[in-house]
């Protein structure tokens, strides 16, 4: 079965191609904050691939065996209901104790008082145990609001046996950041491909469809660009970086580099194109080389994105939270610091091929269940994340400012609008989306 259970970073619904199954209550149970006779029952709301339901039913009863007369109830529920439920959930006082939210998504809860403040339950040394940019994805204002559980990011998976047939040695591809290609080396590459192979099929594909034109901005970030300041309110798109990035990735339609019917309104899935032959290359998420392994028929390996200033690659993945009027805070505070522990974490991402937050965890550590020769490029991709990208990734604007990315990059992409106008328009969009 195949799951497509993309995270994207404004929240916009990337649904699951597969069946979310149900645990436990039906639906979207609740604990209501004036219930005093639940002693220490937590409910527990999320989405989740079958993969990820075992792992995290598994971790629960093994909380529930260390902390006796403990009872949480797992929720497993379709993506695309999650949020307008627990939205209706927290308007009349019976949301879920804990629940799942992507890290685009968290900054809309925590900036409305509907989260509960971590601060008073983690110590520094705890802090520091996690990825900076990963502690930074779940705290507002100086305060944690959650624990980040896990991220995926995207690198580039390659079909090693086009690249041969193109003269491109597999034994020669990059494997780390430091040797990561760059821009320059990036098109060198694509021409040689786009040489190589038939007119129906393309050196790369870049997984911005559906809902992920946010995924573009690594490409900003690589150029040492920025979308908002540090204020969060200012538009810094319309840059020299932004008229790099924005130029070098419209030179991926123009050289046709990419299939026409593959910009941001798009349909199709970049990792579709990929497993069906149509393109040598392609930029997609750790969390699919499961659907990969099981579905593509040809040899294929993964190497990390392209750098330019720097490395960079999109925020993906996934916080725990727990809501502010939960009856039970300090439990819900415990479980959710068991939950991104070192051990819990290791066996959840091993389970699920996703990626660990903590500092103390590396892809040597993680005895991944599929592929686990194609996984290290993705937790070394993964460190490339900056503080500064995740503070920008998450800002609460970041849904509207969504839609003008894709808008916008579709017109210059597609539709011959200038690299000036598209700027000028993203700033426009980013300035009316941080004053709201």
């Keep these: 079965m195949t799951h497509r259970k993309s995270r994207l970073l404004a929240g916009a619904a990337v649904l699951s191609s597969g069946i979310l199954l149900l645990a436990g209550c039906a639906g979207f149970g609740g604990t209501s904050s004036d219930d005093s006779s639940n002693g220490g029952k937590l409910t527990f709301t999320t989405w989740a691939s079958e993969s990820e339901q075992a ?42 104790d804990i629940f799942r939210v ?48 896990q991220t995926d990011v995207s690198a580039l998976l390659v079909n090693t046996d086009m690249l041969q047939a193109a003269g491109i040695d597999p034994s020669t591809l990059p494997k780390t950041q430091a040797d990561a290609w760059t821009w320059e080396q990036f098109a060198d590459v694509a021409t040689k491909l786009r040489a190589s192979l038939p007119s129906d099929k393309y050196p790369f594909v870049y997984n911005w469809q559906l809902g992920g034109a946010p995924r573009w901005l690594s490409w900003l970030f690589q150029a040492d660009g920025a979308l908002i300041g540090p204020d969060g309110t200012s538009a810094q798109i319309d840059s020299a970086a932004g008229t790099k990035a924005l130029d070098f990735t419209k030179s991926f339609f123009d050289n046709q580099w990419v299939p026409p019917a593959s910009s941001t309104k798009a349909t199709t899935y970049a990792d579709s194109f990929f497993s069906e032959g149509s393109v040598a290359m392609a930029f997609i998420g750790s969390f699919l080389v499961p659907d990969m392994d099981s579905l593509n028929q040809f040899n294929w390996t993964s190497v990390p994105m392209p750098k330019d ?45 996703e990626l660990p937050t903590r500092t103390d965890l590396s892809g040597a550590d993680i005895p991944f269940a599929v592929r686990p020769d194609v996984m290290p490029v993705f937790v070394d991709q993964a460190t490339t994340i900056e ?22 990059l579709e017109a210059a992409f597609l539709n011959g609008q200038s690299t000036a106008d598209t700027l000028k328009n993203l700033s426009a969009a980013v300035t009316d989306a941080t004053k709201k």
Aim: hydrophobic share 40%.
């Design 55 to 96: 792992a995290m039913q598994q971790l629960i009863d093994q909380f529930q065996s260390e902390h006796a007369g403990t009872e949480i109830t797992l929720n497993v529920v379709p993506y695309d209901q999650m949020f307008s439920n627990i939205d209706a959930q927290l308007s009349s006082g019976d949301a879920p």
């Design 102 to 149: 992507d890290y685009g998504n968290l900054g809309v809860y925590s900036s409305q008082g509907q989260l509960l403040d971590l601060s008073p339950y983690v110590d520094q040394a705890e802090i520091d145990s996690f990825v900076p940019a990963m502690w930074e994805a779940v705290s507002y204002d100086g305060k944690p609001y959650g624990v980040p559980h």
């Design 309 to 353: 200033e720097r490395g960079a690659t999109d925020l993906g993945g996934n916080a725990l939270v727990a809501t502010k009027d939960t009856a039970n805070p300090e439990l819900a505070a415990e479980f959710l610091k068991f939950m991104a522990s070192k051990d819990a974490m290791s066996a959840f991402c091993a389970a699920t091929n």
């Design 387 to 408: 503080p500064s990208d995740v503070k920008q990734l998450t800002s609460p604007a970041m849904a509207a400012i969504s839609t003008a990315l894709q808008d916008q």
